[in-house]
């Protein structure tokens, strides 16, 4: 017998960090690996699948401009509903925290079909920090049967909630193991050579009008004080982020708007930089791996490891601490070679082969169908 999987991705984390499982299952003969992507993101998210070759096989192309929380949980539920009823998977994978990851895991359990939850565990115990995926996390995990933790200290969150440790395993988080699939490859990124670079990515909810509009006064005021730097910002296609990201940082010389880069450009692009300035959960997980110091334009962090091993620090999406730690890191070379440490916390490229190596024991080995 073989074991139907279906792996729903709707935006562009969630297709680089579910690649290399999806990847990893279609070697396996015990999966048939249907692939759901019920793009939340469009454009982004076919650019960060087409990297690895994957092919949709159902689209529920479900973006609409500026679409609420609302508007989209509601359409999705119906949505993945009828999928469930026309596939009929036996196993449902979903990564991360969106309202993909939540609406597909609610269909599951609607279904009764067992889910199984990667990146697992992430708290900040902050349901505002962020919004609304901490809520989205706590729901997938009172639904899931196979969690997935990148980090013993996520396993650690969801054993304080009462999750049966045998269904808890700690993989590492995938992320890993796609910026090893293109960190391999001859990347290059079409910078400027000779200033120093800061690399740019905002696009949380949570940081939506006021907080945004600081960061990019921040950023404004970097850029006319230090004649050596440059700025370079690939602008995350939400009308909230790009319309005022033009307006506060367009027309600057040392301030370059770009479209959202390809992720072997963008990781190309985060190799070449000197500091990285992100509200982005997965940047603060690839930058640790290439000795990049992150300055994280959040008040919460769920991912604590790098905080404690120094690549990352909190600056908020406050104008006076982005300034004052950008510019220490300019001109302190000893806090920025503190910062630059290169230890990779998320995990050491073997992820996706662990969480395979996990479904098969469950799904084929104790079943007693023969795996290979
Ligand atoms: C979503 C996730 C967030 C994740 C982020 C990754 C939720 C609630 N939020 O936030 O957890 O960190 O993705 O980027 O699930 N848009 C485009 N083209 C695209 C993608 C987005 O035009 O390819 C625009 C659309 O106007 C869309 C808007 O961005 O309505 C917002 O997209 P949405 O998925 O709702 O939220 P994100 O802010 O991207
Ligand atoms: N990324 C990319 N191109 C870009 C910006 C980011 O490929 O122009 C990648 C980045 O390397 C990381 C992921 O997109 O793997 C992060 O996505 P995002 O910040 O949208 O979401 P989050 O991680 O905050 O959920």
């Not at 009764?112 to 962020?130: C, F, K, M, Q, W």
């Not at 905002?202 to 005021?221: D, M, Q, S, T, V």
């Not at 190799?271 to 982005?280: G, P, Q, V």
Request: hydrophobic share 40%; glycine share 6%.
């Amino acid at each position: 017998m073989k074991i139907k999987i279906l792996c729903v991705v709707g935006t562009r984390p969630e297709a680089i960090k579910m690649a290399p499982v999806i990847l990893a299952l279609k070697k396996e003969k015990f999966a048939i690996v249907r692939v759901l992507a019920t793009a939340q993101h469009r454009e982004i998210l076919d650019q960060a699948l087409n990297i690895f070759g994957i092919k949709i096989d159902i689209d529920l192309n479900a973006m609409s401009k500026n679409q609420s929380l609302a508007s989209l949980t509601s359409k999705l539920l119906l949505e993945i509903d009828k999928v469930m009823m026309n596939e009929k998977p036996n196993v449902i994978l979903v990564q991360g925290d969106t309202t993909t990851v939540m609406t597909a895991a609610l269909s599951g359990f609607y279904h009764r079909i067992p889910v199984g939850h990667i990146e697992a565990g992430l708290r900040t115990y902050d349901l505002s920090n962020p919004f609304p995926e901490e809520a989205n996390r706590i729901i997938v995990s009172k639904l899931a049967k196979w969690h997935f933790a990148p980090t013993v200290s996520s396993k650690n969150n969801l054993l304080s909630e009462k999750i049966e440790e045998t269904n808890i395993f700690v993989t590492g988080n995938t992320v890993i193991d796609s910026l090893f699939f293109v960190s391999n490859r001859n990347n290059s990124v079409n910078l400027n050579k000779g200033k120093k670079k800061i690399l740019v990515t905002a696009h949380r909810r949570e940081n939506f009008g006021e907080p945004f509009l600081n960061i990019c006064k921040a950023i404004r005021y970097l850029a006319d004080k230090n004649l050596d730097i440059e700025f370079i910002y690939p602008v995350h296609p939400n009308p909230n982020v790009y319309e005022i990201a033009k307006i506060e940082l367009g027309n600057h010389p040392r301030i370059t708007l770009i479209a959202p880069l390809d992720y072997p450009e963008f990781v190309a692009a985060m190799m070449n930089s000197y500091i990285i300035l992100t509200d982005s959960g997965g940047v603060q997980e690839e930058a640790p791996a290439l000795g990049k110091p992150v300055l994280v334009m959040r008040y919460e962090t769920e991912r604590p490891e790098a905080i404690k091993s120094g690549a990352v620090r909190l600056v908020g999406p406050n104008y006076e601490n982005i300034i004052r730690e950008v510019q220490r890191l300019i001109d302190d070379p000893l806090a920025y070679r503190d910062m630059a440490k290169g230890t990779s916390p998320y995990g050491d490229g073997r992820a996706a082969s662990r969480i395979v190596e996990i479904l098969r024991a469950d799904l084929v080995i104790k079943q007693g169908v023969p795996s290979k």
